[in-house]
């Protein structure tokens, strides 16, 4: 089977393996679609040699159909169509039982998350996982929008983490896949009030047709005061911010109300001044964020297939052999709201 490793810095192999053998509690996964994130794009022009694990295994966001699973695998079967979950944890310990996976005390982080340091990387077409990673599609959802559901699912958990209400004021800064999962959790939630500031005409484009969305192109309009108009004069509860640059953390501090919250939900790479005078002064919360459960990326599932939003619409479907210029290499350059690789089958 191919796989595309990562060699090192701005060196992306496109390789052919052996298929190892399943070990007690594994399944074979085909991989069908495999979608490129922010972090494969950072690994890519980052790459740091002292992390483990080389060559790397990229690719998170990733689903596709069991073709073999070991005799004691319960949980799915050959055939079934996946998603898979990306954090390995124990499940018992107190982080993990209170629904915080990603900080699970007995796992190290930077060899077991999934295309993040572990040997697991979803771009290839080939891929063996523990069944506790595999994630059943509801019979209403593509494997394309499967492989959606990773970066849909850490917004989701932003959202509900931020406890913002139905009548509570909302902007998404940014309309990438994170900020489209933030979107479409805030409206499955019935939050009514909702600003979406997008600097990409294409990325607003498509949010043009979706009710009950106010889209600002920061670019050109103030976003603080169209939410000063929208909120009467009290500003956003929660701002989003899910672009990971600076320019939106400088609108999410402006937009904020007094005691709002401020939730980094995208990762900001690159150190920045944030003007704590105005942290205190305002009461203003910033809330760090990190990755998904499990129970989100089961809601994720049930809320895209229902299609209040058509993300998968919005994708842009890269050939496998051509990783790099169709796929990273735009995504570095922001042209794209999603680059999804597709695998040939
Ligand atoms: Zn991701
Ligand atoms: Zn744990």
Redesign the pocket.
């Known amino acids: 089977m191919r796989a595309h490793r990562l060699y090192g810095q701005r060196d992306l192999r496109l390789v052919s393996e052996s298929e190892p053998d399943l070990q007690a509690g594994e399944v074979r996964l085909k991989v069908a679609y495999s979608?490129i994130?922010?972090?494969d794009v950072h690994y890519y022009y980052n790459d740091d040699d002292k992390l483990p694990n080389r060559p790397r295994h990229i690719g998170?966001?990733f689903a596709g159909t069991v073709t073999e699973a070991a005799d004691d695998v319960q949980s799915v079967a050959v055939g079934d169509r996946v998603a898979v979950f990306p954090l390995i944890a124990c499940g018992e310990c107190s982080e993990c039982l209170a629904e915080r996976p990603v900080h699970c005390e007995r796992y190290d982080r930077s060899v077991s998350t999934v295309g993040c340091g572990s040997l697991i990387g979803g771009i290839a077409e080939s891929v063996v996982i523990p069944q506790s990673l595999a994630f059943k599609l509801p019979d209403g959802l593509s494997l394309l929008g499967g492989s959606l559901l990773?970066?849909l699912s850490?917004a989701a958990t932003a959202v509900r983490r931020s406890g913002i209400g139905a009548d509570g004021v909302a902007v998404v800064l940014g309309a990438g896949m994170i900020g489209i999962g933030a979107i479409l959790a805030l409206k499955a939630g019935g939050v009514q009030n909702i600003v979406v500031a997008e600097v990409s005409d294409k990325r607003r484009e498509n949010l043009q047709s979706i009710p009950g969305l106010t889209v600002v192109n920061p670019a050109v309009e103030d976003v603080r005061d169209v939410v000063h108009t929208l909120s009467n004069g009290v500003g956003a509860d929660v701002a989003y911010e899910c672009a990971g640059v600076h320019p939106t953390l400088d609108i999410a501090m402006d937009v904020a109300r007094l005691h709002g919250q401020i939730i980094i939900v995208a990762m900001q790479p690159v150190p920045y001044p944030v003007d704590m005078v105005a942290v205190s002064l305002r009461e203003l919360s910033i809330v760090g964020h990190n990755s998904t459960t499990r129970q989100d990326f089961a809601k994720t599932a049930h809320v895209l297939e229902q299609g209040i939003l058509p993300v998968e619409d919005w994708v842009t479907i890269i050939d496998f052999e051509r990783v790099l210029e169709e796929g990273i290499d735009p995504s570095k350059r922001g042209e794209l709201v999603k680059a999804v690789i597709e695998v040939p089958q």
């Open positions: 979608g994130c922010g972090t998170h966001e990773e970066p850490v």
